[in-house]
């Protein structure tokens, strides 16, 4: 192989998304020479797909409570190096229209496509190559002749990487390359690759943000309310989310489903309160003074959709289906308002990676430097973004993460 043949760079990043592409821009503003490679057709296919085309970039309310992860204080350092703020002055000096939802939720009012042609934009301004289309087949770091293992960074250390007959040679990688997560988006397991064969640990991965499935009866209940969709609160000890559930033809999905779903552990039950805020078993007994010649269904449909109240009767009263409230008891009213405001679920398990918003678990922190996400056994390896064990909850702290992890690497890469 001709030198010609191997092409250095001060940086190359692995994976052009949100984290990579931020990373890349921040580090060719440093005057240093980036080159981002990809294994795609092109780049940001996540940013593109997020939050129905409109992207949830950012939340307004970030705060580590919104991340999990084995160590809830790493995330602290990079979400406060570049925060919310700084993303939302980005987009606003690019002119880009966006628009507040429920919670501080931050999306694009018209297209997603406006995030990813700024940061390509800002990449191409900067410098940064960008190569779609690129497998890397190998990875491997040496030494220059005569440098020892203890010579601080300097020179000292070079990864090269294989492409295809080609070898491309950095002083800095970073590995962006995502998580399992929607593989026909770029979801690859290629960034825990090479976290192994440099010896560092992993936690176990699971799919998070991500719809439940059933397999017992409910999921006929589901299929029969699949398209119906209503407030709720869901909860897991205490951890508690409410917002809108949206049953599926497999299970239970909506935002305050997703959420939970990150807390959720297999065989584990969580608790829907219907009604939340209203004391249901208050309610049935109310209506029974007031109207005991109504059935329990036209009280309960007052504050319930109607198709659910009916999945809700054959399952809790069914052989009293036809009587009037009058003759209930008091206690069987007390058992059906209590199943509203906390029906206890035992999901049988998750749509997987095909549908989760994110990975759960990654790269382990204690591997990693909290300020610049440089791995600490070996000098010029960073990991940021999905790949990392820092999972936020919905709401825009996921993009908030790459593009916080992605500039505290590409500030010192
Ligand atoms: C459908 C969907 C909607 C989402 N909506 C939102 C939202 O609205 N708000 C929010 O905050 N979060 C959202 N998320 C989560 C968010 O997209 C991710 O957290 C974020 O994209 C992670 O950024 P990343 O750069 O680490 O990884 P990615 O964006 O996944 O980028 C990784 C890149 O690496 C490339 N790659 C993989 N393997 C290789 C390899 N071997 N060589 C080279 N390149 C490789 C991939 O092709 C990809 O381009 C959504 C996720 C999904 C799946």
Request: net charge neutral; glycine share 8%; hydrophobic share 40%.
């Amino acid at each position: 192989m001709t030198p010609q043949d191997q092409r250095h760079y001060d940086v190359i990043i692995l994976g052009a998304g949100a984290a990579g592409l931020m990373c890349a821009l921040t580090a060719a503003n440093r005057g240093k020479r980036a080159l981002v490679l990809e294994k795609a057709n092109k780049p940001g296919k996540k940013i593109l797909m997020s939050g129905g085309g409109r992207c949830n970039f950012t939340n307004l309310f970030v705060e580590p409570e919104n991340y999990i992860s084995d160590n809830p204080h790493f995330c602290k350092s990079a979400l406060s190096r570049y925060t919310q703020w700084d993303f939302i002055s980005l987009i606003e000096s690019h002119r880009i229209p966006y628009a507040e939802r429920k919670h501080g939720q931050l999306f694009c009012r018209d297209s997603a496509k406006d995030i990813l042609n700024m940061l390509l934009d800002l990449c191409t301004r900067a410098g940064v190559e960008i190569r779609c289309n690129t497998q890397v087949t190998a990875i491997s770091r040496d030494m220059p002749e005569g440098a020892e293992e203890e010579t601080p960074l300097s020179d000292a250390y070079r990864y090269k990487l294989q492409i295809e007959n080609r070898q491309v040679a950095c002083q800095s990688l970073v590995v962006a390359t995502g998580a399992l997560s929607v593989p026909t988006l770029g979801g690859s397991g290629f960034g825990y690759d090479i976290a192994k064969q440099f010896a560092l640990e992993t936690s176990p991965l699971r799919a998070g943000l991500v719809p439940l499935t059933f397999s017992d009866s409910m999921k006929t209940v589901c299929e029969q309310l699949s398209g119906i969709s209503l407030e709720v609160q869901i909860s897991i000890k205490n951890i508690i989310f409410t917002e809108d559930l949206l049953f599926t033809h497999r299970g239970i999905s909506g935002p305050v489903v997703l959420q939970i779903s990150n807390y959720w552990q297999p065989g584990t039950s969580i608790d829907i309160d219907l009604l939340p805020g209203i004391d249901a078993t208050r309610l049935l007994v109310d209506a029974k003074s007031t109207s005991g010649s109504s059935l329990l269904r036209t009280a309960m449909g007052q504050v319930l959709p109607r198709a659910l109240v009916l999945e809700l009767q054959s399952i809790w009263w069914p052989d009293m289906a036809e009587r009037p409230l009058a003759e209930f008891s008091d206690a069987a009213l007390r058992d059906i308002g209590a199943r509203v405001n906390r029906w206890q679920l035992k999901p049988s398990g998750t749509e997987g990676y095909r549908t989760a918003e994110v990975t759960l678990g990654g790269v382990c922190t204690h591997e990693l430097n909290a300020k610049t996400m440089e791995t600490n056994k070996h000098k010029g390896l960073y990991f940021i973004g999905e790949v990392v064990d820092v999972s936020g909850h919905l709401g825009g702290f996921n993009f908030q993460w790459a593009w916080s992890s992605g500039v505290s690497a590409g500030s010192v890469a």
